[in-house]
Each structure stands twice: as C-alpha cells, then as structure tokens.
Nanobody
Framework: QVHLVESGGGLVQPGGSLRLSCAASGSIFSINRMGWYRQAPGKQRELVAAITSDGSTNYSDSVRGRFTISRDSAKNTAYLQMNNLIPEDTAVYSC???????????????WGQGAQVTVSS
C-alpha cells in the first residue's frame, strides 16, 4: 500500500505565505513526478506545479514567481512554498505522485487527501 499525506493548509491574509507538504509512505520502489493541483469552487482542477525525479520543475503561469516546488527524495516528500498569496489562490490543493510500488513494474498515480488554502483578509 502506498499513501500520500498532505499538511500545511490554512487561512492566510493576502500577501502572506504558506508551505504545503506531501509525504509518500508505504512499499515504494521509486517516485517519479510529484505535483500539486488545485481546484477552486466552480472551477476545473488545474496543475499548479510539478517536479520530476531529476529536479526539473514547471509551473502554471498564474503562480510562477510566487510559488516554489521542491522535494526531499530521502524523505519521499514534496513541498510547495507559496508566497505573496492572493485571494485567487483560494482552493483545495491536492498532491499527486507517480509512484512505482515495490511489487509492481509500472508507475501508478496516487493522490493525497487535499488541503484547503484560503486567502482572505
């Protein structure tokens, strides 16, 4: 069994910062791509940022320059540092990872439980 557990959401004022964490646990052989998605009420889920196993990153235009994705491979954990938050960043943020379990030969896509981020004064 493989699990993704997120932490770090909450309420923050505009201009503030939050850091989300996504920890993978279980019978893991390797972790490839890890990413963060978000979904605001009434909107489609969108990719916010992603990072590959070799450290390559990509960001949505709406967060580039404000958000930073990173990972600690030794801890099987990815982070999303969110700075200069604006009300439009309010959404449920979900972690996604492509993981090869120890008893499998392919990667599978796993999702975290989601973390609410609310930006409001």
């Amino acid at each position: 069994q493989v699990h993704l557990v997120e932490s770090g959401g909450g309420l923050v004022q505009p201009g503030g910062s939050l850091r989300l964490s996504c920890a993978a646990s279980g019978s893991i052989f390797s972790i490839n791509r890890m990413g963060w998605y978000r979904q605001a009420p009434g909107k489609q889920r969108e990719l916010v940022a992603a990072i590959t196993s070799d450290g390559s990153t990509n960001y949505s235009d709406s967060v580039r320059g404000r958000f930073t994705i990173s990972r600690d491979s030794a801890k099987n954990t990815a982070y999303l540092q969110m700075n200069n938050l604006i009300p439009e960043d309010t959404a449920v943020y979900s972690c996604n990872a492509n993981i090869r379990p120890r008893d499998k030969v392919y990667d599978y896509s796993y999702w975290g439980q989601g973390a609410q981020v609310t930006v409001s004064s």
